[in-house]
Each structure stands twice: as C-alpha cells, then as structure tokens.
C-alpha cells in the first residue's frame, strides 16, 4: 500500500506538470501564464473578491496571488477598488474578459488533447474524483 501511495504521488507530480507546461505554450500567444489566466479566471467568476480570497481560491500566498494581481492589472486585465476597510476588491475588465474567452478556448483544446486517450465517461470520473480533492 505504501509503495501505491508513492507511485500516486510521483504520477500527480508528473502529470501536473506535463498538464502546466502544456498549458503554458498554449497560453503563450496572449502573453498569459498558468497562474495568470488562473488569477484572470477567479477575478472574473467571483468579481469584487479581495487579493486574500483570490489567493485562496487559486492556491496561491497572498504575495504571490498580489503580484499576479499587479501584472494583470497593469496590462489593463482587471481594475481594483476600495472595499470595507482596507479591503482591495478586483473586477475583470472588457479586455480581459476577452481575453479570458480566447485563453479559455486554448485551455479547452489543450485539455482535449492531452486526455485524448480517455473516453467521456472516464474523463468525467477523472473530473469527479479530482474534485474530492481539490
């Protein structure tokens, strides 16, 4: 059982960054990395969350998922404003949510073809068994 355990993780690890890697070229053309588009999804699925809830949802420090945040700001992706308190909230802006369609659809097709060995069904299991996880 033990030597199961290990073998799990070390085809994680390996599929993880097969997964990023091959991501990261499909994301290339807009610039965008991994953590990026990521940031740019959850700005855009949860608009007005703070860089702590943010970094939270994308499994990110609070520095990291900060400096996330600045790139894409400065590249006119998101806006931030002032919430309660302290509080800094963040909102996709036109541009990045369009940008977001395009990375989406990249993402989409990189994702088919690297489990493009595994039927509707089985892909659907991996998703749900992922999401125990996640």
Known sequence: MDSEMIDIAVLLRRVQL????????ALARWEMTLPQWGMLRAVATRPDSSTHALALVT?????????????????????????????????ATTTGTALLNDCNQAITRTMRASLSGLDDNEIHTLRDLLGRFA
């Open 18 to 25: 097969r997964k990023q890697a091959a991501c990261d070229q």
């Open 59 to 91: 499994g990110q420090s609070d520095q990291a998922a900060g400096a996330v945040v600045a790139r894409l700001e400065q590249r006119g992706l998101l806006e931030r404003h002032n919430g309660r308190g302290k509080t800094i909230l963040h909102r």
